[in-house]
């Protein structure tokens, strides 16, 4: 539909300009040469822009709804609030780009942005968090140790499945000493200081073959022949010097872990669920 022009329920039409899409505040000459101002609106696009309210109140003309001096308030009002809401949802959206940049930031640009925070003490008895690197650290809790990998990171570096293992607290996912054998196995090509954390890499993959056979299998699916996890004749669970210094102390845990890792690996089995069965 064209602007509006020519005569009007005002006179006839001297200027129409669009004030917002399909809302035109007009000035148009009455027969006495007076000018008078209005807002029409197309009818058919009415609904897009007002409410059934404001609709009713208008005075019809053809193809066009009119709102003359005394009432041209009305859509104006309600283009207003139709802008701010626009303007709400767009400054949310950049709220939330600017979150993003600057949580990625950490990773990339730690001069500007400073780098990820630590995880938080699991307890008031527990040590602080040890750092492997930026947004990757070891904490303890209860006693037991756990692999901490910060949101940025894993967003970034690892697979969905890999994130899905971990127990989101704060900004950080925490693994325990076996479910770590997903985040290690992903971030250690990435990072030099997690590759120096994995004191057996044939370790490493029989834990993956034993206790994550999905995650195997939905990892060998998505790369080359020569890249996939190969199954692996080796004790489980001993390849970060904790578990190696556990296992020292504990022969008899050590004995079963590599009783169940000698079981061989077939890759037709069922898929497992995501969790694990130590």
């Known amino acids: 539909m064209n602007h509006p022009s020519g005569e009007s329920i005002w006179g006839n039409i001297n200027t129409a300009l669009e004030i917002a899409l399909n809302i035109y505040v007009i000035v148009a000459k009455d027969e006495n040469g007076i000018e008078r101002e209005g807002i029409m609106i197309p009818k058919d696009k009415a609904k897009e822009v007002l409410s059934d309210k404001a609709i009713s109140m ?30 709400k949802r767009m400054e949310a959206k950049a709220v939330e780009m600017m979150e993003e940049i600057r949580r990625d930031g950490k990773l990339r640009l730690t001069d500007y942005f400073g780098e ?22 070891f904490v303890q809790s209860g006693g037991q140790d756990f692999f901490a990998v910060h949101e940025a990171v894993a967003d970034n570096f690892m697979s969905d499945m890999a994130v899905a293992f971990g ?44 206790n994550f056979k999905t995650y195997v299998l939905y990892y060998n699916e998505l790369i080359q022949e020569e890249a996939k996890i190969p199954p692996v004749n080796a004790p ?28 061989p690996y077939n890759p037709g089995e069922e898929a497992e669920d995501f969790g694990y069965e130590p």
């Open 236 to 263: 489980a669970s001993l390849f970060l010097q904790k578990q190696l210094d556990r296992s020292a102390n504990e022969p008899e845990h050590s004995d079963f872990k590599e009783d169940t890792a000698q079981e």
């Open 167 to 210: 127990n989101r607290q704060g900004e950080y996912l925490l693994y325990d000493l076996t479910t770590a054998a997903v985040p290690l196995f992903e971030l250690r090509q990435l990072y030099e200081e997690v590759a120096d954390l994995i004191v057996s890499e044939d370790s490493l993959l029989s834990t993956l073959n034993t």
């Open 58 to 87: 208008a005075e019809q003309d053809g193809d066009w709804l009119c709102y003359g001096e005394d009432i041209k308030d009305v859509p104006m009002y309600e283009m207003l609030q139709r802008r701010v809401a626009a303007c």
């Open 116 to 137: 990820c925070p630590p995880p938080a003490q699991q307890g008031k008895d527990s040590p602080p968090p040890v750092p492997v690197r930026n947004g990757i650290y």
